[in-house]
């Protein structure tokens, strides 16, 4: 039985909250566990900077999605406004709303999947965690794709995109041994440097 809208919207919620949660608790687990990842920027900094990177994430994912049809659909326009709550606590509406999701199409394409999920590929004690967030992802995605009641072929082929891009930036390629090559820690240190130094580009507001 296809699940009804209110019960996606509670997923959509739900995924939205998961991404969040796996982002900041990665970062303290590194803040908490990992001092020597700090030498250049303080572990506060790399928490938020966090937190900023799963904002950049679910945005970039929302406006692929939808922006696979060209058109906003009514069921589209719920999920922006519950986005846009989430990511920066503001309700909109009428034409705030519309010009707040106009602005997620033009952000999705500066937003670059590299920068987004380096973090969980390139710091060696959140690797065990790629896995995760390759479901928190692609079950974002699906609930945007199927909110109007089915999925359609541009739609599919975008949700094929996003699970090729989560491979392609999340797969290391294995040295000559065979194995995946781990960073040194002065290497995780450099990776929390430039994490830090790349902030995605986001609004602070949308109003």
Same mark, same amino acid.
């Given at each position: 039985m296809a699940e009804s809208p209110p019960e996606l919207l509670n997923e959509f919620r739900a995924a939205m909250k998961a991404c969040e949660n796996l982002y900041v608790s990665s970062a303290?687990?590194?803040?908490?566990f990992h001092p020597e990842y700090f030498n250049t920027r303080s572990p506060a900094e790399f928490?938020?900077?966090?937190?900023?990177?799963?904002?950049?994430l679910l945005v970039k994912v929302f406006a692929a999605v939808v922006r696979a049809d060209w058109?906003?659909?009514?069921?589209?326009r719920v999920l922006a406004a519950e986005l846009l709550q989430h990511l920066w606590q503001q309700t909109l509406s009428g034409e705030e709303l519309q010009l707040a999701m106009q602005g997620m $199409?033009?952000?999705e394409d500066k937003l670059r999947w590299v920068s987004?999920?380096?973090?969980?590929?390139?710091?060696?004690? %959140? &690797?065990?965690?790629?896995?995760?967030?390759?479901?928190?992802? $692609?079950?974002?995605?699906?609930?945007v794709a199927k909110f109007d009641g089915e999925i359609h072929p541009h739609e599919s082929a975008t %949700? &094929?995109?996003?699970?090729?891009?989560?491979?392609?930036?999340?797969?290391r390629v294995p040295v000559n041994d065979g194995n995946p090559r781990a960073p040194s820690p002065a290497g995780a240190s450099q990776a929390v440097q430039e994490i830090s130094e790349a902030p995605p580009p986001l609004p602070?507001?949308?109003?």
């Open positions: 303290r687990y590194c803040a908490d928490v938020q900077q966090m937190h900023d990177l799963h904002r950049a058109k906003w659909s009514q069921g589209e $199409l033009e952000l987004m999920v380096r973090p969980l590929d390139e710091l060696p004690d %959140l &690797r065990d965690r790629v896995a995760e967030l390759e479901t928190v992802v $692609l079950r974002f995605a699906n609930v %949700l &094929r995109g996003i699970q090729e891009s989560l491979d392609r930036h999340l797969r602070s507001s949308h109003r």
